[in-house]
């Protein structure tokens, strides 16, 4: 069978031979920073007066916003192009994203001298298009979702031999977004919780390899209840992708759990919890107009989260995942229209 033949994958997106499931461990998380280290900042961790007020707690926000591609995932594109074997450099890679996945691997591409083909859905983010597209990325619109595009995605890498880059199921990604933990800890030794959105879930199996594996804070995720497939999977305990997500925040919007990620979670995270669209863009204009912070709504549902948590008198850290809000909904969000 041929590395770029489709493997038998426990979920429904497909994977290759070259896929390793096999969740990383913190000593993986390690040894993804001096790789991080090399190519990007480290990235502040600043105490939110106005979160710490509304909670009663010393929160702090993880300014992950501040990294090149203004979110997380760039510390994974970052790690996994670094260790990219010989035999797919020149052929290159192929990822499906609303976005910032996207964005990191057309990062990593340009970094690496790699070429990148980036299936984004029928509508997403101009602005994140035409970020990859600066990175020098080839994007292809396709389908209605993102799960349209990763399907289109993952037939192409297979027709045309290109290394599929999973948004979850891919230990390089997770182990390299670990390290905005292990630089948590390094500041913030006493953090008692972690509150972090949850999409395909890579950045928040990196806290529970490092706050909450090396240290012993509890690391509480967040999903839309508008696109709650990997809440079910994680209490369900199954794989079962949905038939469509309503959410708008696209950072968050998957319809299908990953295996990776969830066996990861189901073993390590302490609690998955929902939280509305309502609340979700609450939390966009709040942090707009209180912490002058433009935060995407994927982000902004782990304000919305935290919010409603009885956390009086802990230290708790909320990563800042992106910035990269559309200019309509940043005008939505200022109240424009
Ligand atoms: C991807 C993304 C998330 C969710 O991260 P996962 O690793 O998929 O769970 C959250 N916020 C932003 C801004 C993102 O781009």
């Given at each position: 069978?041929?590395?770029?033949?489709?493997?038998?994958?426990?979920d429904s997106t497909t994977i290759f031979p070259?896929?390793?499931l096999t969740p990383p461990e913190p000593a993986d998380v390690y040894a993804a920073r001096p790789i991080v280290n090399r190519h990007l900042p480290e990235t502040p961790l600043v105490r939110s007066e106005l979160l710490s007020a509304e909670t009663g707690a010393e929160v702090y926000l993880k300014r992950e916003d501040t990294l090149p591609t203004g979110a997380f995932k760039v510390r994974g594109g970052i790690t996994l192009g670094h260790r990219l074997p010989e035999e797919f450099r020149e052929a290159g890679l192929i990822a499906a994203s609303t976005g910032n996945h996207g964005q990191s691997v057309a990062y990593a591409g340009r970094t690496f001298d790699v070429p990148v083909t980036i299936a984004v859905p029928g509508d997403p983010n101009p602005e994140k298009v035409a970020t990859m597209e600066q990175y020098g990325a080839e994007v292809v619109p396709h389908g209605e979702d993102y799960?349209?595009?990763?399907?289109?995605a993952e037939r192409k890498a297979a027709e045309d031999g290109l290394r599929y880059v999973h948004s979850a199921n891919e230990p390089d990604l997770v182990a390299g977004v670990g390290t905005a933990g292990l630089e948590v800890l390094d500041e913030l030794p006493e953090v008692d919780?972690?509150?972090?959105?949850?999409?395909?879930?890579?950045?928040a199996a990196g806290y529970c390899l490092t706050v909450g594996a090396v240290g012993d804070a509890e690391v509480v995720?967040?999903?839309?209840d508008a696109a709650d497939a990997t809440y079910q999977a994680y209490h369900e305990g199954h794989l079962y992708p949905q038939d469509s997500v309503a959410t708008e925040a696209e950072g968050i919007a998957s319809r299908a759990p990953f295996a990776l990620t969830?066996?990861?979670?189901?073993?390590?995270?302490?609690d998955l919890v929902r939280v509305t669209e309502e609340a979700i863009w609450e939390g966009v204009s709040d942090m707009l107009a209180e912490e002058r912070l433009v935060v995407e709504g994927a982000s902004a549902s782990a304000v919305a989260a935290l919010c409603r948590m009885d956390v009086a008198g802990e230290t708790v850290v909320v990563p800042v995942t992106g910035r990269n809000l559309s200019s309509a909904k940043l005008?939505?969000?200022?109240g424009e229209d």
């Open positions: 069978m041929s590395q770029f033949d489709p493997a038998d994958s426990p070259y896929h390793d799960d349209d595009a990763r399907e289109w919780r972690v509150v972090c959105p949850v999409g395909g879930g890579s950045g995720g967040v999903q839309s969830v066996e990861l979670m189901r073993e390590r995270l302490d005008r939505r969000a200022v």
